[in-house]
């Protein structure tokens, strides 16, 4: 795969990876080019350094893009409007989705969330055959979160995705805004109290742990909480995720995050039935 830190030859996870999905202009498909692995970076750039509030490092500034050691070992779904191009003239990428199965962590040393979270309780499940899936560094260009299909066409590849390497589960951490728990106890409170892992729980790790429990569960107006929700997560719930225990503050990125869990035998029904139309 892509050398993020050096010059170097792609090595495709597949050959002749076909669209997965189409919409219009836009389209999603994986990243089979170390340009349009570069492309999604740059994306990623835009969106965490350059309008959040992420802080980028000196390599990263220089070269207008984010990525990290695991960018190598990880697939890149793409979503790409065929009627624009970027700054290098090529199609532009428009958002983009990371994803690690299992056989590629254990090559990588590991998966991404497991610097935030012990996960040991899940991998524990790998050796009995389950096959997982992080999802990750998803973003989507500002100007075209308005139009629905821009996140609905990153599922579609997500969703074929999975059905290709018959993925059992998917989980990865998704992010607030901000990095005050305090200011977020609304929010967090919710996930704690209605949407907690039920079964094989994930725990922050102990050094990064923040209590999500701020304020009772009869406390919470239900409506205000689900508005403060950032869409990725409430496109996780509606799905039938679930959360772990403990939130982590990531100084870099500018957020607070909570870890994701999403059995694909427990999806909700509306999204199995989207899974099965692209089988």
Not at 41 to 69: G, T
Not at 125 to 134: H, I, T
Request: neutral net charge; aromatic residues 8%.
């Amino acid at each position: 795969m892509v050398n993020v830190h050096e010059p170097g030859a792609f090595e495709g996870v597949l050959e002749q990876w076909p669209v997965l999905a189409t919409s219009g202009s836009l389209e999603v498909r994986l990243a089979e080019t170390e340009p349009e692995v570069e492309a999604a970076q740059r994306l990623r750039y835009r969106v965490f350094y350059e309008e959040m509030s992420a802080v980028p490092s000196p390599a990263m500034r220089e070269h207008r893009r984010d990525f990290d050691r695991f960018d190598t070992y990880c697939d890149h779904v793409l979503v790409v409007d065929r009627a624009t191009t970027d700054e290098v003239g090529q199609p532009a990428v428009v958002g983009t989705y990371r994803l690690m199965r299992d056989v590629d962590a254990r090559r990588a040393g590991g998966f991404y969330t497991s610097g935030e979270y012990n996960i040991s309780n899940l991998l524990a499940n790998v050796s009995a055959g389950a096959r997982f899936l992080e999802l990750g560094r998803s973003c989507v260009l500002k100007s075209y979160r308005a139009r629905p299909a821009t996140l609905q066409l990153l599922w579609r590849g997500v969703m074929v995705y999975v059905t290709r390497f018959s993925i059992d589960t998917l989980f990865g951490c998704a992010s607030l805004h901000g990095t005050d728990p305090d200011a977020l106890a609304l929010p967090l409170s919710y996930l704690h109290h209605h949407h907690a892992m039920q079964s094989t729980p994930v725990r922050a790790r102990s050094e990064l742990y923040v209590p999500m429990n701020r304020m009772p569960k009869e406390a919470i107006d239900l409506r205000e909480a689900r508005r403060t929700l950032p869409p990725l997560i409430k496109g996780y719930l509606r799905a039938g995720a679930e959360i772990g225990d403990g939130a982590v503050i990531d100084r870099q990125f500018g957020t607070t995050d909570v870890l994701i869990y999403l059995p694909v035998a427990k999806m909700d029904l509306r999204y199995q039935h989207r899974f099965a139309a692209v089988r």
